[in-house]
């Protein structure tokens, strides 16, 4: 019957994360012994105030519809984040809180996209952007970085790849799947470029802003130039290993968030009642309530890019946020591993799941083919572990 499906549906690409991570539990109840390494989700317990403001929304009969955009307290809690953390002076009409930063995204996309509109994504960019775009019948612009540039897009790579259809620059700093965490200076240097062409809008996806081992995010509309140019999207997911409670939000002008508040009335309406208040105990909450788990993380980043670099055929940079690293492994390409060739980062990546048990996710879906990401969001035990049969296997 797929006949039946609309173009739309039948032309999106499925999540490789998400995919990747149903393959490795499909293996699991045939009794293999995989390690997943493939999404990237704390695994850590929300700290316990968070669950206190839960439980006390619960008794306190926060089960209506909630508003559209949020509720204004949470929207008061979002204002003083943005103020403190970034330097960003956003009003209550300017905020938007959705369902998880996938649908911020998913909202602006829809709202500023037409069909044809160009949209630069610097590669690797985070798995749904393509799609995304595709989906809001917008044309993806991927500019490929490498390894020797930190994955990083140039002032010039910016510049060579505007046209007079480009709309919008989307990017994550820090960045998914990279690690990459772009610095004042390379932001300014982008902002220069971007002075020149005034009808060009950004989105700067900075979830993982508070798991940053530079310790110094950076955002682009803390720039004057861009303030009003840019759509500033982030949420609890990652920094407070909320994934499951779906709560992101976007700072925007006026305009973008008035239509985004208009679009996501058709769709969804507002976001998880419960999830909204237990967000506000979140966001109040001080990062240094957190920073053990930023700790945790660097520990782990260091200890999972030593290990890979005692692999012949890996390459690597030393990424400064986030909780990925995404080794270059195009030496392996035309390889006879097993009695399997080694095409592609795909073919790479399956090769790692039937041979080794362990999930990555392949570059492919990330706009980079020859890299795969690998999640360090898993414990010690489980990276060295990991990172030992993928080394045997090879």
Sequence with gaps: MTQHLSQRITSMSTS?????????KELRTQGK?????????????ILDPIKDAAKQAIDDNYSSYSPVDGYEELKRAIIDKFKNDNYLNYKSNQIVVSTGAKQSLANVAMVMLDRGDEVILPAPYWVSYNDIVKLAEGVPIVVPTSIESDFKITPSQL?????????MLWFSSPCNPSGSVYSEDELYALVQILKKYPNIFIVSDEIYEHINFRGNHVSIAAFDEMFDRTITVNGVSKAFAMTGWRIGFIGAPEWVAKACTKFQGQITSGANSIAQRATISALQTPISQIQFMIDEFRK?????????????????????GAFYVFPD???FFGRNLKGTIINNASDFALFLLENANVA????????????????????EKTIREA????????
């Design 16 to 24: 490789a994360t998400l995919a990747m991570a149903a393959k490795a």
């Design 33 to 45: 012994d995989i390690i997943s390494l493939s999404l990237g989700e704390p695994d850590f317990n």
């Design 159 to 167: 510049e060579a790849a505007i046209t007079p259809r480009t709309k």
């Design 300 to 320: 782990r980043r260091d200890i999972i890019v030593a290990l890979l670099r005692e692999i012949d055929g890996f390459k690597l940079n030393v990424p400064e």
């Design 329 to 331: 492994i195009s030496d």
């Design 360 to 379: 990555t996710v392949s570059g492919d879906a990330f706009g980079s083919p020859n890299c795969i990401r690998i999640s360090y969001s898993a414990s």
């Design 387 to 394: 990172i030992f049969r993928i080394k045997e296997v090879l």
